[in-house]
């Protein structure tokens, strides 16, 4: 029985996750997670990349390990990260500096000092890609600004999830979903924009050739193959882990909402072709790249990270998210919003504090009770969510039926009710395992196990449950 191995990392774990079909259906056995996180290093908010390489490879040892008598060892493995982070490498291959994280503050006041050499009413016209101040074009500039030589010594460009390919097959490749991240990929030429890269001081050079999903890399070099105890293929997934959970939403029609609920919340559709245009812009929405070049058009909202972190502040060990619901539920009265958008949730010191600050500042001078602060982001995300569908609708001039709610946030059952009742769409949530799935069933298309995306569609459809969430009569 053929199986295939998806690495998916997020923010704040990762995993590894075999599949493979039978009857018909996606079957799924995860063989080793791991936790993730930025550590500050060096004066910056750093990922530990050589972490990330050593639990890489730790998960294909507990693969081969996994693996039943009746199954093979994988046809392929891929990987999938999230968006906008890199690392450089020089001509031996050594890499060079730290892999900064997103949320590090050394991108504050950049969009708008980078403003006269490269306005973003053009950037946008030319990648497609919202303004958000982690972007990668921004923190080029910054490491330019900061430590020029770095760049000067670089000879390859890879993202998160290229740096951990080129680890296990020795090839260097740039994916097309991840490279679109960046905001300097020309979104209707889908190749690296010369133009942005000059006007930043980039060298051109650095970078690769942008490849689709799919395509394989190579085999496990010698080293990764002595190590691990096996050889496999390595393949690119649709390496933006948005772009793999988008492949897994079960959809019913073309008029469907995605919600690629996370860390980060990606609410959006899939288009055949970028929109670029300056209501777009205006509204903040994105077009980022898909499987077979599909674009993703979507809003990047903060997501459960808010909660993430709220949690944390209480104490993990007493409150799992199923508390922070029932919480939340017990203050559902409470009145007070924010805009979960605000930089100031990006990396707070304290989120229940960054919340009250914003609430104070709306107007609610009551300090709010934990249970309360936490109504108030349940419902602002919500809250948001439905703000992004009419704005979708809008722009798009479609009419939507569902939304349809991929990742772990489709676990929660109270933020998923809520979106129903501010949407007024049926909620889809389901299934979990979004971003792997994804990552699976383009590994399976490429080996002719699944004949096409509607068919992988088709299948996780009938694989997973789905739980729906009909809108409420308001009182």
Not at 43 to 58: Q, R, T
Not at 147 to 152: D, F, G, M, V
Not at 341 to 363: I, K, S, T, Y
Request: hydrophobic share 40%; charged share 20%; with cysteine.
């Amino acid at each position: 029985m053929k199986t295939y191995l998806a690495v998916d990392i997020g923010a704040s774990s990762g995993r590894h996750i075999l599949g493979w079909l039978a009857d018909g259906k996606m079957q799924l056995a995860e063989v080793y997670r791991f936790r993730n996180g930025a550590e500050h290093r060096n004066g910056h908010l750093c990922w530990d990349a050589d972490g990330l390489k050593n639990h890489v490879l730790e998960g294909l040892r507990a693969c081969a390990e996994h693996v039943a008598p009746e199954q093979e060892t994988p046809v392929s493995v891929a990987i999938d990260t999230w968006g906008v982070d890199f690392v450089l490498l020089d001509e031996a291959m050594n890499r060079i500096g730290d892999a900064v994280a997103y949320r590090d503050g050394r991108t504050a006041g950049v969009p708008e000092k980078l403003e006269a050499v490269l306005p973003f009413a053009e950037l946008y016209a030319r990648t497609g890609i919202q303004q958000q101040v982690y972007n990668t074009v921004y923190q080029l500039w910054a490491l330019r600004q900061e430590a020029p030589e770095q760049l000067e010594r670089a000879a390859h460009f890879l993202m998160m999830p290229d740096y951990l390919g080129f680890v296990l097959s020795g090839v260097c490749a740039n994916e097309y979903t991840i490279a679109s991240t960046s905001a300097l990929l020309n979104a209707r030429e889908k190749t690296w924009d010369t133009e942005i890269l000059r006007r930043i001081g980039v060298p051109a050079r650095i970078f690769h050739p942008v490849r689709m999903a799919g395509e394989a890399l190579g085999r496990l070099t010698p080293d990764v193959q002595s190590s691990v105890g096996f050889d496999t293929l390595v393949r690119l997934a649709p390496a933006h882990d948005t772009a793999s959970a988008f492949l897994a939403v079960p959809a019913r029609d073309e008029n469907a909402v995605f919600l690629s609920s996370g860390t980060w919340s990606l609410i959006g559709v899939e288009n055949p072709e970028p929109i670029t245009t300056a209501e777009s812009r205006a509204q903040n929405f994105t077009s980022e790249g898909g499987y077979q070049y599909r674009y993703r058009y979507l809003k990047n909202i903060m997501g459960l990270w808010m909660l993430q972190n709220i949690r944390r502040e209480l104490g993990q060990t007493r409150f799992d998210f199923e508390m922070l619901a029932w919480l939340a539920r017990s203050a559902a009265d409470y009145p007070g919003r924010v805009d979960v958008n605000d930089g100031r949730f990006l990396a707070p010191e304290n989120m229940q504090e960054a919340v009250r600050v914003v609430l104070r500042e709306n107007g609610f001078t009551e300090k709010p009770t934990a249970a309360q602060t936490l109504s108030c982001v349940y419902h602002s995300l919500a809250e948001s969510y439905a703000e992004a569908v009419r704005g979708l609708e809008k722009i798009t001039g479609k009419t939507f039926t569902s939304l349809n709610i991929v990742g772990g946030g489709s676990q929660d059952a109270y933020l998923n009710q809520l979106t129903a009742d501010v949407t007024g769409l049926p909620v889809y949530a389901g299934p979990t395992e979004g971003t792997a799935i994804g990552n699976l069933a383009v590994q399976m298309i490429a080996d002719g196990a699944l004949r096409d995306v509607q068919h992988a569609r088709d299948v996780i459809r009938a694989s997973f449950p789905i739980r729906v969430f009909t809108p409420r009569e308001k009182e």
